[in-house]
């Protein structure tokens, strides 16, 4: 069973993933790929996070999908909902951004140069005050970019922003 909350959660982004997906080229779409994060209930009350990846097999000459791949597995870190879309041959990820309610290409600067150096100094251990001192700037201004580096991501803590960037290749 799928929480209610992942399943609107689920239906958001089947319905942004198909509509980029019909956007592509139809000479593109059969290479096309989708993950995503979600929780299952099993009868017995315990959740697991999984992760889905659906690859297309098989596409109508006019571009319609028609039979699809589906693989589940469990899934790494604890953060439902992270999306991608590869394309297999363009270097490019594409990550759902829901606050956007949109998929955007993972290297058009979702997160500040700035926010990569907090991001970054944060994973090496450095508290707040280190960070600050290291980027002569103020504690203050170190928990704002790590706030909008949680909102940006819709993440709660610097290790799912770690993962976060590194299965979508932001960093």
Not at 28 to 38: K, Q, T
Not at 88 to 101: A, C, E, F, G, R
């Amino acid at each position: 069973m799928v929480p209610e909350d992942d399943l609107r959660m689920l239906l958001e982004i089947n319905k942004y993933g198909f509509e980029f997906f019909y956007n592509l080229p139809v000479e593109l779409r059969h290479r096309c790929s989708i993950c995503y994060n979600f929780r299952l209930k099993h009868l017995n009350g315990n959740i697991i996070l999984v992760n889905h990846q659906l690859t297309p097999l098989t596409i109508s000459k006019s571009g319609n999908l028609l039979r699809a791949l589906c693989v589940v597995n469990p899934a790494h870190g604890n953060q439902q909902g992270m999306a991608c879309i590869r394309i297999t041959n363009i270097p490019l990820v594409y990550v759902y951004l829901p606050q956007k309610k949109k998929f955007i290409p993972a290297n058009s600067q979702i997160l500040s140069d700035r926010e990569k150096q907090v991001l970054l100094l944060s994973l090496e251990g450095l508290k707040t005050s280190e960070i600050a001192s290291k980027l002569n700037i103020s504690a203050s201004t170190i928990k704002y970019h790590k706030h909008r580096i949680y909102r940006k991501l819709n993440v709660k803590n610097m290790q799912e922003a770690a993962y976060y960037t590194s299965v979508n290749g932001l960093m």
